[in-house]
């Protein structure tokens, strides 16, 4: 058998498995069947304030669209959309592997619609119906400008990318921004992990209630298909799921709410969301806006008081504000912010050393400072020291005493 008749049998015993009649299971109130296998019911959620207008090129620089591999790029869209113009999406899957033998069988896409988040929720009841689930899903993405998601880049998305190619459905290129990359960014170090629940807890100050791990929702699917006729616990735990999809996705559209207002008022949000100034400020640059960068590094600096920040948030804060002044050869920019580095910080303590030395070409301050760091060093674990830009002993060491040498010299050439 060739393979031009081989395609041809397979083609018809998929058009055979879509004309089998399938049994029936009970589906809640609410859900709809639009093809053998596959549902689709709405959810509302009330939303308290939703702009407009959402800015996602302040967010993104650039992103790839068209043939990838060729390096084919193409300039966002650089000026506001519609807020029903960005769909929030999840899928929920039989495993986090990703591999073949991963499927999605339950997807939600939200839009708003004014102060309302509208989310369509698809699921495939069992296998057969993978096909129309499929392009269920596909037609709800691909009516949007964008899509947003919470570790879609790195799961969702080429999940779903894979499935459509073994199911030969054409993947629509869809402009995307993965919220997880932001939040890492502007809490990572605030928490032990940016999961979503870490996320619900730090920014949006809520916990769920009833709901099921995330960990136990393949096995729960996997018991429902196998199951003729689904039992009332089973029954139970598919609505769990389900409810557990809805929130992902609600909550994923609050964090844009409070992301995306940050990339538009950088300074407000600074203050509002408790976000790490450094990290906003690493994103701005990259995005060519310098100057908002400096200014909320400025605002830390300046005005601590207005902020929550630890110790360790403030003196990142000041070390990027010092790297950019020393890149732009902005000397006075430098100096100022060289001098309000906190006095108890291996860093700091180090910064003004080579400050005292190199710049007021003043030897005793910088030995005096170099003797600080190093009681500080000293007192630290050697954890602490490898964070801090390999300022170990044997440096700091070696700093004191060619800072030494430097001064005896030069009390032996006064004395001549």
Known sequence: MNLKDRLALIKSDREKNHQMPHGKRSMPEGWTEISPFVWMREVDRPFIEVPLFFSPHLMRATVPRGDQDNGEFQSVQVSPIPAD??????????????????????????????????????????????HDFLVAVISQLANVDWIASYNGATFDVPLLQARCVLNRIAMPLVRHIDVLHDCRRFWGRMVLSCSLTSMEALVLKKERESDIPGALVPRVWLDYVKADVPREDQQALISLVWQHNVQDVASLAELFLVVESAYRRPSNAVVRYAIDPSGLARNLL?????????????????????????????????????????KERNRTLYVETVLAMDDESLYGCVAKAKLC???????????????????????????????????DLESLDHRIARLERKIAKKNSLAEL
């Open 85 to 130: 113009r960005i769909a929030f999406f999840d899928l929920e899957t039989t495993g986090l592997s990703g591999g073949s033998g991963t499927i999605a069988f339950l997807s939600t896409v939200a839009h708003f619609e004014g102060t309302d988040l509208v989310l369509r929720q698809t699921f495939l009841e069992d296998y057969p119906g993978e």
């Open 286 to 326: 990259k995005m060519g806006r310098s100057g908002e960068a400096k200014s909320i590094l400025l605002m830390v600096r300046d005005n601590a008081e207005m902020f929550e920040l630890t110790s360790g948030a403030r003196m990142r804060a000041m070390r990027h504000l010092a790297s950019i002044a020393w």
């Open 357 to 391: 030395e190199h710049f007021f070409k003043d030897e005793k301050s910088a030995l005096a400072w170099a003797q600080k760091a190093r009681d500080i060093a000293g007192k630290g674990s050697q954890a602490d020291r490898r964070n801090t830009q390999g300022l």
